[in-house]
């Protein structure tokens, strides 16, 4: 019986080696094969049988074939591979933001602004210059322009990356749907088995990598051979079970992107922490009033006050017979703050100057503006009806909420100056700029109209130009308007934070590729096929089928020498 327990033992071995010389040669056949994952022989000593007071083993027996993976090393390559496209998509929004401020070109709001203080200046130099005047409104408008290619850019940029959120959530359910059909068909094919399903572990493996592009997955493998994956605490994807998801506008969600991702089975929220989506979840939140677009919301506004502020209690080369403010106000009849508390309008008052073409005569009125937070300060009504009692004009709110002046003769011109409350520039009056927002700025239409309009002069209508000096200088001196600083300063304080932030984010960046990169090489290592490893576990396979075969052979002389002896 020894005999014939020897060969076959010998034929297991014989079966067990043929075995691992094919999975070698299906490793070698793979070894380009993007994705595949190195597979192994298990193998193990076959149960042995009780001959009298002896055990004797039956050699060697396949237990399955399997993939070599550390799955250790894959979970933290995904967590890697989720938090680097976070940062590429945070980066790719970046690119974008660095674009449109265009710094370091003639092109840049830096430029523009030296540009507008330079045209003012220039018109100091020659006051009665009208083409002067007319490159000064030029530059102006050239700045609002600037500004406003920049909000539409960054408006166009959120826009964008919303509309990438609906595509990558259409490749989350695609990739779901995917890993739950491979689920089904893993559990079908092993049965049970102690082997890997030969390719499609590798497609899994591929689809839950890329996956973990979108956003950040976790996932455990079930004693089946299927896995769940989680997304933070909520699971996508349960043995065959997938769940989609969807992307809904939510205006003021907590991260402010106005977006979010919710299942369509329960209309929960699905939480993002990583992940492409979540990249564009941050870059639109960082477009937004709350970021970048404030920012840059904040340096117009504060372009607009201050040099409305200046502007607005100048003169021109020639006064006025009919003006309509620019701005509209919300209730006439109640005070400035309490019904537009962005007028960002002062206790003071502003004086008028009626003059009478006939007499050559100059009359100044003071009008007194109260705002000190109670019930009987100024309101839009008491200032029209102060205006109104002037001799020679009329004033009066319209139809659609503007103060409104008129000359009672044409003979009578008026203009403005000295104005400490800054109600003038609030209202629209004789201003430069109109506007509230990077997206809303531009050059008055009546200076565009009419360039005797620029109030370039303080002391008369036509009378010196120190107004056009303070307004050349308003970029670059500091103003109490703006807490002491000055508007190139602010700009360059949003330009220097903006950079610095990308190129921290950039530094980020690389250093997630450079990890990558080594789990990477650490996941090759274990999992992808070594041509000289094979060829070594190809010889070993070899020779050990060479000495099983030889000896079945000499088993077979020893049968047939006992059997002859018989």
């Known amino acids: ?30 070894v380009n094969s993007p994705g595949y994952i190195r597979q192994e022989l298990v193998q193990a000593p076959a149960y042995g049988y009780k001959a009298g007071d002896l055990i004797i083993g039956q050699g060697v027996e396949s237990i399955g074939v399997q993939q070599k993976v550390d799955e250790l090393i894959l979970a933290r390559l995904r967590e890697t591979q989720s938090q680097l496209s976070y940062q590429e998509q945070v980066e790719s ?3 974008d933001i660095e674009a449109l401020l265009n710094e370091l070109t003639d092109n840049d709001l830096s430029t523009k602004f030296s540009a507008l203080a330079s045209a003012f200046q220039d018109i100091a130099n020659q006051p009665g210059s009208e083409p ?50 491979l689920n089904r068909r893993i559990v079908e094919i092993e049965g049970g088995s102690n082997s890997s399903a030969v390719g499609l572990r590798d497609e899994r493996i591929a689809a839950l990598d ?40 939510i205006e003021d969600n907590e991260d402010g992107s106005g977006i979010e991702l919710r299942f369509v089975d329960t209309d929960s929220r699905l939480e993002v922490q990583a992940g492409r989506i979540r990249g564009l979840y941050d870059s639109i939140r960082a477009n937004s009033q709350t970021g970048f677009i404030g920012k840059i919301d904040g340096i117009a506004r504060d372009i607009i006050h201050v040099v409305n502020r200046i502007h607005s209690q100048g003169q021109g080369t020639k006064g006025f017979t009919n003006l309509t403010g ?17 007028f960002n309008i002062d206790n003071g008052s502003f004086v008028v100057r009626l003059t009478d073409a006939r007499t050559k005569l100059t009359t100044t009125y003071d009008i007194p503006v109260q705002q000190q937070g109670s019930l009987d300060d100024t309101t839009a009504d008491q200032l029209a009806a ?53 997206a809303s700025i531009g050059v008055r239409s009546g200076i565009t109209q009419d360039h005797s309009q620029i109030a370039i002069s303080s002391d008369g209508v036509g009378n010196g130009a120190r107004n056009a000096i303070k307004i050349a200088e308003a970029f670059n001196k500091p103003s109490d308007l703006l807490g002491g600083r000055s508007l190139s300063g602010i700009y360059g304080t949003i330009v220097s934070e903006t950079t610095r932030e990308i190129n921290t984010q950039k530094g980020v960046t690389d250093g997630l590729r450079n990890f990558l990169q080594t789990l990477e090489a650490k996941h090759l290592g274990i999992s992808g096929v070594n041509l000289d490893e094979e060829a070594v576990k190809m010889l070993l396979y070899q020779r050990a089928f060479q000495a099983t075969s030889k000896l079945v052979n000499t088993v077979s002389e020893m049968l047939d020498t006992l059997v002859n002896i018989i």
């Open 326 to 342: 620019e701005t509209v106000i919300a209730k006439a009849n109640v005070p400035f703050e309490v019904s537009n508390p962005d």
């Open 386 to 438: 102060r205006l109104d009692a002037i001799s020679g004009i009329s004033a009066s709110i319209t139809n659609d909420g503007r103060l409104q002046i008129k000359s009672d003769s044409s003979a009578v011109s008026f203009s403005f100056a000295e104005d400490t409350s800054g109600a003038l520039a609030a209202l629209g009056i004789n201003t430069f700029f109109v506007g509230n927002s990077a």
């Open 1 to 30: 019986m020894s005999l014939f327990s020897a060969i076959q033992g010998s034929a297991n071995a014989l079966r067990v080696n043929q075995l691992g010389l094919q999975v070698v040669g299906n490793n070698i056949a793979n």
């Open 93 to 95: 929004s970046n690119g």
């Open 210 to 249: 890329e996956l973990s592009t979108y956003v950040d997955i976790s996932v455990t493998e079930q004693l089946n051979g299927s896995v769940t994956v989680f997304v933070g605490g909520d699971y996508i994807v349960s043995d065959g079970i997938p769940r989609s998801v969807v992307a809904k506008r």
């Open 132 to 181: 002067i005047r007319a490159i000064a409104i030029q530059r102006g408008q050239e700045l609002a322009s600037q500004l406003r290619s920049i909000s539409s850019g960054v408006v166009e940029s959120a826009n964008r990356n919303r509309q990438e959120v609906g595509l990558a959530v259409d490749q989350v359910n695609r990739l779901s749907d995917s890993i739950a059909k």
